[in-house]
């Protein structure tokens, strides 16, 4: 499976941008998808997931209400839609996905947020 991002890029604080994970290969044998994020420092933790058929969502509690997974099955891309963004989201934003028994990772694209 490969994953690669798109969509990172700098904003002002409130402002919106939309990350999309262009995802290739064995597709047929994935259950979920995701969106982590690293700031500077810290630890990768999960944003967002979505199971693979899409049935069901699941966000931190930090992005709940701001942040939309949603995946296109027709172009095989997971998307994250990020609104009213605030400094603390900066970090770089990575795409997950899990198989059985894998799971696969992209490069990582940069989210800035400037207050």
């Known amino acids: 499976v490969k994953l690669v991002e798109s969509g990172g890029g700098s904003v002002q604080t409130g402002g919106s941008l939309r990350l999309s994970c262009a995802v290739s290969?064995?597709?047929?044998?994935?259950?979920?998808a995701g969106w982590f994020r690293q700031a500077s420092g810290k630890e990768r933790e999960q944003v967002a997931r979505?199971?693979?058929?899409?049935?069901?969502?699941h966000y931190s509690d930090s992005v709940k209400g701001r942040f939309t997974i949603s995946k296109d099955n027709a172009k095989n891309t997971v998307d994250l839609q990020m609104d009213d963004l605030k400094p603390e989201d900066t970090a770089v934003y990575y795409c997950?996905?899990?198989?059985?028994?894998?799971?696969?990772w992209g490069q990582g694209t940069q989210v800035i947020v400037s207050s």
């Open positions: 290969g064995r597709t047929d044998i994935a259950y979920s």
């Open positions: 997950n996905v899990r198989t059985v028994p894998d799971e696969y």
């Open positions: 979505i199971t693979w058929n899409g049935g069901s969502e």
